[in-house]
């Protein structure tokens, strides 16, 4: 299969996303807030296309608007866990020994706890709300990077090039900065793309639980929490935003695979 | 084989260790008042000066931690405030029903991934092929907690196939199953053609071929037995994820699991329960990637431990 056109839907999709997150006053055809009764619940139709909710609010508007939350948990959750798990994971590759092991042993405690497991946790002590998902997301997320910068510095800082920087007596965070972390670039960036999609979900599903963006912000996985309460009489307040949840999702993953793959010969002749 | 046993029981240890650790450090320390939190803001100080002492956290931060790992190694993991009842029998009642919806999950995934990454491998770039590959992408991508809601408007409200939700019979189980499967499914799909076209290409299939064994004998008998090893790797991670993503899928079905537990204690504010809950789950993660490792050198006679 053609791995430009898988990067391109995804890129596609990303862009849509910014477009939309950016121009959510000009693009939304209602004001995401405004309630009319007297038309709950309606299904999609010419004056609102995606139909409108318990409230009577516009769904596509709800949905441009709650763009915005994903792309800002998407990005913020894999800028902070990204700077935090490289610098981690660049020590702990570069410095090896005991301080090697002792990251280590740290980063396999916090893979001990699965999935969405400590981020519902530290969202029970913190309360719900979008900056403590970011946070508990974060807390979360460094360790995957840590590991994978590690590997890669393991396998970069025996080579010739490295060893004449350390001969020439230049400083140990410049050759990190300077020599190691350039190379290391692409598989942080195929690393965070999945990264990126990730956080989408785990926010969209500690909003479904009530533990995430609290109105009256709106976010997909809110919105969907909403629809389920409706479910038999609205199933269109569950469908469209994930639809939005999935799309965005898929786009960051075909944009991943296509990245990995383009990059990674022996993968490519397999998949 | 008996010493990467014993070094691998040894190496779980600091790991279970510091997950325990790790629970106690984040209740305590993380900013927000559990008290506070527990009561409401408005409660009195003669009230929260009570509870306080009733939880012990007045005491110096090293005692607390000592008398906790003291308690949890007599399976005393605290009493919930909600149910009045002991945190470990609570979670012990429901362990069975989130037991039975992973397995039932894990069914779903290998049902659908084995067939689904045998043919896919078999006929690459097929209409097949790309068709379960793209099926694949889209499980990853598609979140649980849409694809339940999804199942039942189809299941359960058009067709009246499936009950709606609740624990019962097998019926009641299909629908949670495959909505915690779906996504363990499409990573399996995946991994499985990968893997069993890496195996295809080897030296002792061409041999096989040579030999002139039929084709179906060389692809079950000496391919997919070796294609499926990585393979039980990812299970195993898999299947703990399934615990934690669990939470969710039981909160869609009224599944009366664990996960539901958790997320009850959460909105109750039922601070032990939410510790124990944390922890037993974390725990067995932490002993299904113990297994899965065992069992990984148990199949794979080449693999020597140092």
């Known amino acids: 299969m053609n791995k430009n056109i898988f990067i391109i839907i995804g890129i596609t999709i990303v862009i849509t996303l910014f477009l939309l997150s950016g121009f959510a006053s000009l693009l939304s055809p209602y004001n995401p807030a405004d309630q009319n009764l007297y038309e709950r619940l309606q299904e999609p139709g010419l004056s609102h296309l995606l139909g409108q909710d318990s409230l009577g609010r516009d769904i596509l508007s709800r949905l441009i608007y709650g763009s915005r939350v994903s792309l800002k948990v998407g990005f913020l959750t894999i ?3 990204g700077i935090i798990g490289t610098f981690v994971g660049s020590v702990a590759g570069y410095y090896g020994g005991r301080i090697d092991r002792i990251l280590m042993q740290i980063c396999d405690i916090f893979l001990a706890f699965p999935g969405l497991l400590m981020a519902i946790t530290l969202i029970a002590i913190l309360g719900p709300g979008l900056n403590n998902v970011i946070f508990a ?12 910068v590690r590997g890669q510095i393991l396998s970069l800082k025996n080579l010739d090039y490295i060893q004449a920087a350390v001969a020439c007596g230049i400083s140990d ?25 990730g956080a989408i979900v785990a926010e969209a599903g500690l909003s479904f639980l009530g533990l995430g963006v609290q109105p009256p912000e709106t976010s997909w996985g809110m919105m969907l929490s909403e629809g389920r309460k409706f479910l038999l009489i609205a199933p269109h307040m569950t469908t469209f935003p994930g639809l939005a949840i999935m799309i ?17 010969v022996k993968r490519e002749q397999n998949l | 084989m008996n010493n990467y046993i014993i070094k691998r ?8 260790f510091g997950v325990v650790t790790l629970v106690f450090l984040v209740i305590h320390f993380i900013p927000g008042d559990p008290v506070e939190i527990m009561l409401g803001e408005t409660a009195s100080q003669t009230d929260k000066a009570k509870l306080r002492a009733d939880l012990g956290l007045d005491l110096p931060i090293f005692t607390q931690y000592l008398g906790f790992l003291s308690n949890l190694f007599q399976g005393n993991l605290g009493t919930s405030f909600h149910f009045r009842q002991p945190a470990f029998e609570l979670i012990m009642k429901r362990l069975p029903a989130t037991i039975e ?40 991508s598609m979140p649980n907690f849409w694809l339940g809601p999804i199942l039942i408007i189809v299941f359960s409200i058009h067709l009246g196939w499936l009950p709606v939700s609740g624990r019962g019979d097998i019926y009641n189980l299909i629908l949670p199953a495959i909505t915690l499967g779906a996504s363990m499914a499409a990573i399996l799909t995946r991994m499985i053609r990968s893997s069993l076209l890496d195996t295809l ?80 789950v974390a725990l067995g993660y932490v002993f299904i990637n113990l297994l899965t490792d065992l069992m990984y050198a148990w199949i794979d006679p080449r693999i020597k431990y140092e």
Not at chain 1, 173 to 197: C, D, E, Q, W, Y
């Open chain 1, 79 to 81: 800028f902070i866990s």
């Open chain 1, 173 to 197: 965070m410049r050759i990190i900065l300077k020599h190691l972390l350039p190379n290391l670039m692409t598989p942080i960036i195929v690393h965070s793309t999945f990264g990126m999609a």
């Open chain 1, 137 to 148: 997301l974060c807390i979360m997320g460094w360790v995957s990077y840590a590991r994978l």
């Open chain 2, 101 to 140: 919806l992973s397995l039932g999950a894990l069914a779903v995934a290998l049902i659908i991934s084995i067939p689904l990454g045998i043919f896919s491998a078999v006929k690459q770039y097929s209409y097949v092929d790309q068709g379960s590959l793209f099926l694949a992408l889209i499980g990853v």
């Open chain 2, 201 to 280: 290409k080897e030296e002792y299939i061409k041999t096989a071929r040579a030999k002139g064994l039929p084709e179906p004998i060389i692809l079950l008998k000496h391919a997919l037995r070796n294609a499926l090893l990585p393979v039980v790797t990812i299970l195993g991670l898999q299947f703990g994820s399934l615990l934690a993503g669990s939470i969710i899928t039981e909160t869609i079905f009224s599944w009366p699991g664990i996960g539901r537990l958790t997320i009850q204690a959460i909105v109750s504010r039922d601070y032990p329960l939410v510790q124990a809950c944390v922890m037993v």
């Open chain 1, 248 to 264: 965005v999702v898929l786009g960051l993953n075909l944009l991943g695979d296509g990245l990995r793959d383009k990059l990674d």
């Open chain 2, 9 to 16: 029981l040894l190496l779980t240890i600091p790991t279970v």
